[in-house]
Nanobody, 126 residues
Framework: QVQLVESGGGSVQAGGSLRLSCVVFGITYTPNCMGWFRQTPGKERDRVATIWTAGGSIYYSDSVKGRFTISHDNAKKALYLQMNSLKPEDTAMYYC???????????????????WGQGTQVTVSS
């Protein structure tokens, strides 16, 4: 059974940094595409960053470009999100996602991802 487990969330002041981690259990082969999404109450789940694990192509949403960095470690079956210069508007529940489907990191949406973590809360205070 595939299981994604996130960690690294917490509370920080604006301008601070956090590093989210996501470890994937129950798999033999690395998913083709992995990503981070975030969601606030009453709103849709928004894509933050996605990565094609085999080719290295990466997408960032405009709101995080230049501040966040997505990376992965195939050997550890892990996905990371380094978040710098955090802003109060980054406050959300962050979810890790994975899929074995074809991956166009520029176009892929939440509905394509079949595997999700339970989420980790990030709170940024001003």
């Amino acid at each position: 059974q595939v299981q994604l487990v996130e960690s690294g969330g917490g509370s920080v002041q604006a301008g601070g940094s956090l590093r989210l981690s996501c470890v994937v259990f129950g798999i033999t082969y690395t998913p083709n595409c992995m990503g981070w999404f975030r969601q606030t109450p009453g709103k849709e789940r928004d894509r933050v960053a996605t990565i094609w694990t085999a080719g290295g192509s990466i997408y960032y949403s405009d709101s995080v470009k230049g501040r966040f960095t997505i990376s992965h470690d195939n050997a550890k079956k892990a996905l990371y999100l380094q978040m710098n210069s955090l802003k109060p508007e980054d406050t959300a529940m962050y979810y890790c996602a994975a899929t074995y489907k074809s991956c166009d990191v520029m176009k892929i949406t939440a509905t394509t991802f079949g595997y999700w973590g339970q989420g980790t809360q990030v709170t940024v205070s001003s």
